[in-house]
């Protein structure tokens, strides 16, 4: 996948397609701020795994790995899925997600 290159979806959309693997894909509802915002939050949580991992600090991989699974969990990737939520559901999901990402 290039890095403009959008990946397959299977066809009903739960999944995108990765190196021949499935993985859950965002859910399409969240707000296109919003969605961006979590983003942000998710690779900024990325690399403080990799930096905790290469200091040895067990303590702050571990929040950042905790922060990793909020920000999957607010794009709909982790938890419940997506499609087996109500509308509003959904945006608690993201919503509580994001509160408690930004509050970090």
Avoid: C, Y
């Amino acid at each position: 996948m290039t890095p403009r290159q959008q990946p397959e979806h299977t066809p009903d959309g739960h999944f995108v397609v990765i190196d021949g693997r499935r993985w859950r894909a965002t859910d399409p509802d969240i707000p296109e701020d919003v969605a961006d915002r979590l983003t942000k939050h998710l690779m900024a949580a990325r690399r403080a795994v990799g930096s905790a991992k290469r200091a040895g600090d067990g303590a702050a991989e571990a929040a950042a790995r905790a922060r990793v699974h909020t920000a999957k969990t607010g794009l709909g990737e982790r938890g419940t899925p997506w499609w087996e939520q109500s509308d509003a559901e959904r945006r608690s999901r993201w919503e509580n997600s994001l509160d408690e990402l930004d509050a970090d």
